[in-house]
Each structure stands twice: as structure tokens, then as C-alpha cells.
């Protein structure tokens, strides 16, 4: 036995009390009927004695590979029906020397995406992989390349694609079918990370790569226990595969209907704790509801509630603000969650509700003009239908960035301003007793909105 088949046979046994290994086929069953899945061809293909680069020894690695996992290559490919929804499954097996991608592993997946495109249906990847295989050098590398090639043109073809991260996924699967996709789940405790555990420096922190740090830092979508993960993921194929070319309609109200007299009391009204916000009004207009996470940059914001929901039958995607001033990951989220609903053609109804945007020295360091402008620019080139309700404070540009610019509506316990009334104030120079008379001004109220043809209507219960 060589030393390549000791370590891939301890990383196979490996299983610590926080990650669940499952082979290929187990992680199948896990989201799908094994009777409904079927297995697609693998693509004919021979390597020449050892592999491309004639490895010694890796015909015999191979074979025992084979022995121990009743598998002929790292992935399975083929179609199953998960809640409901016919999809591409590809599921890893790691026991295959360590699930690594070669060549004939980009044959099979580039295979199952063409399959994919051919009839029209959304892409599953299980994914538990160290990276690229050694033993075929850069041959084994340039599979990324290949790999990153069809996940694009499905995306062009607006065919949805969705990760389900085990343990281990690492290097190259991790950059390319893990990351790559628009919704990620993982598993609780799996190590999740570009730089697999033999790689990194001495003094990394383990913490760092693994499911549970990735979702704190904006990369994955959600970490999901396994007896959830069926459910979850069957209505994610749901949501996502319905497309639709109407817009949404705006909320009804939820708060107080009478009217402000008053600009200072339509900040009043908006400021008010009593004031229903954005969770409520998704909860009201959503039957169900999947989340997405983070901005893929490094960063979240509880603040910006974003993701896909089903409202009278159909899938509407939501970006929320919940009342905070924004930080610039929400930003990016927002902007993700558009772009991501144009290349599906679902709808988009945006939420807003903020102060402002963050303006604090952190978010600077965090690009708060980069981000806000390229919420701004989403929205501009938007592919569907956006649908806008204010339902409390429109605090300046970082309100109007979330904002649709010939649909947008408001609540009757809303505002809208250039800027907040108490800043307007100090910014010409205004004592503090003239902040009410500002607010008047600033023609702010929902009615006011009406008239000068900022918003489009003023909803009701």
C-alpha cells in the first residue's frame, strides 16, 4: 500500500464529533429517494498506463480505490426528484482517493451539466473533496477551468445551481462547484475551506475552516442539520425554478392608516418602536420563505433581510432593511440577490427601512460608496420587475439605493428625506428648535411623496 493510499484511507475514516461523513451515495439518500435516482452514463474514457503522467503506482491506487468504495471515479452524477423537484444530483465520494477531481472526474461533471442544460434542470452538488489530484499534475488542475466554464453557461441559461457542502470541501471543489453556486448550504461541522488541512500554516486556527466561521463571514447561505436538509433544499428547488415575468405587488399596510399632518410626525410615526417592520411584513405577504446570507466578500448584515419566498403561488424574491443603518456587506447582499433573481427571472420586492447608511470609520474600511453604488447600479440594469414599499424612515441615498425608480410605494407610517430632519438642520446651520419647521420643509411626508412623484401610491390595509 502506498503512502498516498494510507492517507487517503485515514482521511476516509476520519469523523469527528461535530462533522457527519457520508459517502456518495449515502449523501443521495440523505435528500433523495434512492429508488428515484438514476445514474447518468459516465463518459467513455481511458487513461494510458498510470494516469497522464505516468504515476507509479496509480493504476493500483485507483483499483483499490474502487475495492473500497464500489465507485469507478470521485463523483456520482445522475437525476433524482428532491422535494418534488426534478434536478441534477452530483455527489462526491471521498473515500475515492479523497474525492479529487482528474480528468475523467471534469468528463463525468461537465457531462451532468450538459444533461443539466438539455432538459432544462437545476444542478445539486454534495460536495466533500481535498482539491485536485496529484497524481495527474496540472492536467488534474485545469479541471477548475472546466468545471467553472459549464457552471457559467448554465447560469446564462438561468438554470439554478445549489451547493450542499460536506466534510471535507477544500481547494479546488471548494473555488469552483462549492462557491461557485447561488445558494450554499453546509453541514454542521464540516470543514469548509480553499486551504486543505496539510496545506495551511502551522499556526492557523482550525475555527477559521469550517462551516460555521464560512457563514459568519458572508460565504455560505445557511449551515443546516442533515434530518433538515431534505426539506430545505426541496424548497429552495421550488422557489428557484419558477420563474416569472410579473411584478410583485406591494404589501398591504400593516401600521396606523391615518395620514401625517405634519412632516415632524411623519418621523414620529416611522421612528415609532410600536411601528411594524420589515419581519412582519414579510411574514404577512410570505406563505414560505428560504434566507440567503452574506455578500460573498467577507461580510453580513442582520440588518438586510434578503432572500426567496412563495407570495399567492409564485416566487418573489425580498431584500428588507429592518430598520438599522445599513452596512455595506447589506449592501452587497441586496445587490447579489437582484442580480441573482434577474438571472432566474423571478421578481423583486424591496423593503425599505433605515436611517441611513452606516457611517462610521469601519464602513468606510468596508468600501460603504463601492457598495451602495453597486445597489444602485443593480437595480438600474435590474433584468425583472422591482417592486419598492417604504414602511418607515427613507434616511438619504442609503434608502434610495434599495429603492425601484418608477415603483416604488409607501406606507402611510413612512418618510422619505434627502436627508434626516436633524441633520438637514445642522447642516444649514439651524438651531435645534427649527428641526420640526426643517422636517416641513423637506416635504417628507407620504402625501408629500405622492405629489412630487417620488413614490407611486401611498398603500392601505
Request: glycine residues 12%; hydrophobic residues 40%.
Amino acid at each position: 500500500m502506498t503512502d498516498d493510499d494510507r492517507r487517503a484511507m485515514a482521511d476516509g475514516r476520519r469523523a469527528t464529533a461535530d462533522a457527519q461523513r457520508f459517502t456518495a451515495r449515502e449523501a443521495v439518500d440523505l435528500i433523495a429517494l434512492a429508488r428515484d435516482f438514476t445514474e447518468l452514463p459516465a463518459p467513455v474514457g481511458e487513461y494510458g498506463p498510470d494516469g497522464p503522467l505516468s504515476w507509479h503506482g496509480y493504476d493500483a491506487s485507483r483499483a483499490r480505490a474502487a475495492a473500497r468504495t464500489g465507485e469507478e471515479e470521485s463523483v456520482v452524477c445522475g437525476t433524482a426528484t428532491v422535494g418534488g423537484t426534478p434536478a441534477v444530483l452530483i455527489s462526491f465520494e471521498f473515500g475515492f482517493l479523497g474525492g479529487s477531481l482528474g480528468e475523467r472526474t471534469g468528463d463525468r461533471l461537465e457531462a451532468a451539466y450538459t444533461y443539466a442544460r438539455e432538459h432544462r434542470l437545476p444542478v445539486v452538488s454534495l460536495v466533500a473533496t481535498g482539491g485536485s489530484r496529484m497524481q495527474e499534475g496540472m492536467l488534474a488542475l485545469v479541471q477548475l477551468q472546466r468545471v467553472a466554464r459549464q457552471s457559467a453557461l448554465n447560469r446564462q441559461a438561468g438554470l439554478p445551481q445549489i451547493s450542499v457542502l460536506r466534510d471535507p470541501t477544500t481547494g479546488g471543489g471548494w473555488a469552483t462547484l462549492g462557491a461557485g453556486a447561488d445558494v450554499i448550504l453546509a453541514l454542521p461541522g464540516a470543514q469548509v475551506g480553499f486551504a486543505g488541512s496539510r496545506v495551511r500554516p502551522p499556526d492557523a486556527d482550525p475555527a477559521a475552516y469550517t462551516a460555521e466561521a464560512q457563514l459568519a463571514a458572508g460565504a455560505i447561505d445557511a449551515v443546516v442539520p442533515p434530518e433538515e436538509l431534505p426539506g430545505l433544499l426541496g424548497l429552495w428547488l421550488r422557489l428557484l425554478t419558477r420563474p416569472s415575468t410579473a411584478e410583485a405587488p406591494p404589501p398591504a399596510a400593516l401600521g396606523d392608516t391615518s395620514l401625517p399632518a405634519t412632516g415632524w410626525h411623519a418621523v414620529q410615526q416611522a421612528r415609532s418602536p410600536q411601528r411594524p417592520c420589515a419581519q412582519a411584513y414579510l411574514d404577512a405577504y410570505f406563505t414560505h420563505r428560504a434566507p440567503l446570507s452574506g455578500d460573498r466578500g467577507g461580510g453580513t448584515d442582520a440588518g438586510m433581510l434578503c432572500g426567496f419566498g412563495e407570495h399567492d403561488g409564485r416566487t418573489v424574491a425580498y431584500a428588507a432593511q429592518t430598520g438599522t443603518a445599513t452596512r455595506p456587506a447589506g449592501y452587497r447582499t441586496a445587490a447579489r440577490l437582484i442580480r441573482l433573481a434577474g438571472q432566474l427571472r423571478i421578481p423583486v420586492l424591496t423593503l425599505v427601512d433605515t436611517p441611513g447608511a452606516a457611517n462610521d470609520a469601519e464602513a468606510e474600511r468596508q468600501g460603504a460608496g463601492a457598495a451602495i453604488a453597486e445597489l444602485f447600479g443593480a437595480v438600474a440594469s435590474a433584468r425583472t420587475p422591482i417592486t419598492t414599499l417604504l414602511i418607515g424612515e427613507g434616511g438619504s441615498g442609503g434608502a434610495l439605493a434599495l429603492a425601484a425608480p418608477d415603483n416604488t410605494w409607501a406606507t402611510p407610517d413612512s418618510y422619505f428625506s434627502v436627508i434626516a430632519p436633524e441633520l438637514a438642520a445642522a447642516i444649514l446651520k439651524r438651531p435645534a428648535g427649527e428641526v420640526r419647521a426643517t422636517a416641513d420643509q423637506l416635504r417628507i411626508r407620504p402625501q408629500d411623496l405622492v405629489e412630487l412623484g417620488v413614490v407611486k401610491g401611498i398603500v392601505d390595509t
